[in-house]
């Protein structure tokens, strides 16, 4: 399908067009990038920028990944290990259980009647077939159909079973979880106390006819029997399949954690986004999601680490001359963690884990930067180490996607230094910019270092006198720097923050301590809580998002955005990104630029934070910028006659704007059309088609049709015409008159 034909049925299908849609395009919208009510955000494209609406991330999705030697899936809220005879099905419960709460399923034996059928010993290996993993026992097929929302269990029969009586599949079973034991059960239902657990689903038999039979459920404590009877077995039409679904279930009131912290980085036209996914208080998993430059999910859910260990804290970066994303993270339990690393390529291969620091000192909390130098195939990872401070340490990008270590140093041997971040690239000088933060929160550490760890500017460091600074957010080309931060309101004694900016300058001296020009507040409001930012470098300027508490006090954030100029001033006005609602938090805002992915300058931007709406899971979501650098045009092509006049009006076609357009002159049977390309048909003399009818409208009026906040509709280019047919024409055969045909470019 061609790539202009999803942005404009979206833009035409809010004209209530969709049955006519459905015959000119004929696929779906993209799954996962549902933008939310644009009359909700009351959006305005800003001065010198259009952020588009926000969308969901982490949420609609599988992947597949591999976890000590075993196969592992995800969905939205559960990961499942396919072993050596069997499965480890795990419900995502958050941070509200200590452990995981794991329910395992291994297939003893099949029964018909007395006659045992098939017996599960020895025990079988898993195959991954696209979203389905199946254990192969000859006449009968074990099958996971992996979804969103859990998997769906199923074993398949190849030919009618010897014997006579109800077919029974008999399997141990053995969980953490809680469920009462009964006979001819339509379902079951695994608790861990008042949090969630595991649901099994109606057993159900499809015959290759499509009839279907209703069985039922046994458990005994430690066996699980799904059982067909014994009528619909022998009349059954072969194949048959017996199909009981397991799906996660979570109360959202008591454990509300599932996607957070997310990190992003950009590569080629692709951002991959990573984030924590919690299962329990001691396993929290790393996900990712790649997305193209519109925001739309490519591929499967990436697991980059979903070991039975905690891990935490993603940072993402990349490396433009491998083509590879590299993905930070920490390991372990508080007081053992370890630093790994993991690449991704733009077409979402993953490397091997790869230690970074796994020392006896506890290492946490790691930033990368990457490369997008045309020789570089290196990244510089910083961490903290709970002894040794911060440290920062080069590794090379192997052409496999392993990483190699080339040297460490030290940026600060002050043990108390915590959250420390690093601008996404070094650009084509290869200075990068990292800032970090005391225990206390009072000062916080900045430090000019090189691509080989050396560190070009002696260590100076911001502080403010009061409470803070703290969340240093940087960002830079490698020649320009930019660094956000919070810090206590001047004049309060609460807990209120205000979220301020500074330009560091890396000094020509590298003994030197580095300076700033600017030092100015983004949002200083008074009593008016605003902590955490996400800061992009953009050509010169930056573009920010803050956490602003909703109505100065309570729980609940949202997410507001400004473009700033190179004096950290604001251009245009501040836009609120998130939904507009009082009871939901909006968290840890990162940002990756075009600009910092590639080696051209670039106008846009991807924000992504977490979400988590009162009664609801946290989820990740993301919005795009794109600074306003393409004017909109309608320009007339000439192909009428008979005087059919034409015209557009709403203003420029831009991105955020309505269009209509309207005939003039019509006297008999009027219509209008819209095309995707240009052609030059004559039909008469003097008429001439001039656009191929894509989407036909009766009448002399298309519209008003909104044009969506979607920056990736900027270029974008489609025609209108229009024409009378049965009125004073110019052509007398049939008779008839046609417009001019207008050209029309969206800009934003």
């Known amino acids: 399908m061609s790539p202009v034909l999803s942005p404009i049925r979206a833009m035409l299908r809010t004209a209530a067009l969709a049955s006519l849609l459905a015959s000119w395009l004929g696929a779906q919208e993209p799954a996962r990038h549902v933008p939310a009510d644009p009359a909700s955000l009351a959006p305005e494209p800003s001065k010198n920028g259009t952020f588009g609406v926000p ?55 099949v029964v018909r009647g007395d006659r045992v059928v098939h017996s599960a010993s020895p025990a079988v290996q898993p195959r991954r077939s696209n979203d389905a993993v199946l254990y192969e026992r000859g006449e009968i097929t074990e099958r996971y159909d992996l979804r969103p929302e859990g998997i769906e269990q199923s074993f398949v029969f190849a030919s009618q079973p010897e014997g006579s009586g109800d077919l029974i599949v008999r399997l141990r079973l053995q969980t953490e979880l809680e ?67 397991i799906s996660p279930r979570i109360n959202v009131t008591a454990a509300p954690v599932g996607s957070s912290r997310p990190e992003a980085a950009y590569l080629a036209d692709t951002y991959l986004v990573a984030w924590e996914h919690a299962y329990s208080a001691s396993d929290t998993d790393i996900h990712g999601q790649r997305l193209d430059a519109c925001g739309r999910a490519v591929g499967n859910l990436l697991v980059i680490d979903a070991a039975t260990t905690d891990e935490r804290e993603p940072a993402v970066a990349m490396v433009w001359t491998r083509n590879r994303f590299v993905v930070v993270y920490q390991r372990g339990a508080l007081g053992a963690r370890n630093v790994m690393a993991r690449t991704v390529t733009r077409f979402g291969s993953l490397g091997p884990v790869f230690p970074v620091a796994q020392a006896s000192d506890d290492e946490y909390e790691p930033a990368v930067g990457g490369s997008i130098h045309s020789t570089d195939t290196g990244v510089i ?42 601008s996404k690239s070094g650009g084509a000088s290869q200075v990068f910019l990292v800032a970090w933060e005391t225990r206390n929160g009072d000062w916080i550490g900045v430090r000019f270092v090189g691509a080989y760890t050396q560190p070009i500017s002696a260590f100076g460091y911001v502080a403010t006198g009061g409470r803070g600074p703290l969340l240093p957010s940087v960002d830079g080309d490698g020649t320009s720097f930019v660094l956000s931060y919070a810090r206590q309101e001047v004049s309060g004694s609460n807990d209120n923050f205000d979220v301020w900016f500074i330009d560091p300058q890396r000094p020509t001296n590298p003994s030197a301590v580095w300076t700033y020009s600017q030092s100015v507040p983004i949002e200083n409001t008074q009593g008016d809580d605003d902590l955490g930012s996400a800061i992009a470098s953009i050509n010169g300027r930056s573009v920010v998002a803050i956490e602003d ?12 955005a400004s473009a700033r100029s190179s004096t950290g001033a604001l251009n245009g006005s501040w836009q609120r990104i998130s939904e507009a609602n009082a009871t939901t938090m909006n968290k840890h805002p990162s940002v990756a630029s075009r600009q910092s992915g590639s080696n051209s300058s670039s106008s846009q931007a991807l924000f992504v934070w977490t979400c988590t709406p009162a009664g609801a899971i946290s989820v990740v979501k993301g919005i795009l910028y794109t600074e306003t650098v393409t ?100 052509c007398s055969s049939p008779p008839l008159r046609l417009s001019d045909t207008l050209r029309t470019r969206i800009g934003g």
């Open 55 to 109: 969308f969901e991330i982490s949420g609609g999705a599988i992947g597949f990944g591999e976890t000590d030697g075993s196969l592992v899936g995800v969905g939205d809220h559960y990961k499942t290990f396919f072993e050596e005879g069997g499965i480890t099905f795990t419900p995502a419960l958050g941070h509200a259980v200590p452990t995981n709460q794991n329910l395992r399923l291994r297939l003893e034996s």
């Open 549 to 560: 508490r909703v109505g100065g006090v309570g729980t609940a954030y949202e997410m507001w």
């Open 381 to 422: 990872i910083v961490w903290v180490n709970a002894r040794w401070g911060i440290r920062v340490g080069r590794y090379r990008v192997e052409s496999d996607g392993s990483l190699f270590f080339v040297t460490e140093n030290a940026l600060d041997t002050n043990p108390s230094g915590r959250r420390p971040v690093i």
């Open 179 to 245: 469920a009462s034991s009964g006979h001819q059960l339509e379902n079951l239902r695994f608790s861990a106390g008042e949090v969630g657990g595991v649901d099994i689903g109606a057993v159900v038999g499809i015959d290759a006819k499509g009839r279907r039979e209703k069985g039922h459920l046994n458990f005994t404590g430690t066996h699980l029997e799904l059982v067909l009877p014994a009528e619909f077995v022998s009349r059954a039409a072969y194949p048959l399949v017996l199909d009981p679904p």
């Open 631 to 730: 004017p909109g045009s309608s320009t007339a092509i000439t192909t009428g006659c008979g005087g059919l006049g034409i015209r557009v009006s709403g203003g420029s076609p831009v991105i955020g704007s309505s269009l209509s357009w309207q005939l003039t002159g019509a006297s008999g049977f009027a219509s209008m059309w819209i095309g995707l390309s240009q052609v030059s048909l004559p039909i008469c003399s003097n008429c001439t088609l001039g656009t191929p009818p894509d989407v036909t409208f009766s009448g002399t009026a298309i519209g008003p049709i909104p044009v969506p906040l979607d920056p990736c509709m900027i270029g974008l280019e489609f025609f209108t015409q229009g024409a009378d047919l049965f009125g004073p024409g110019a």
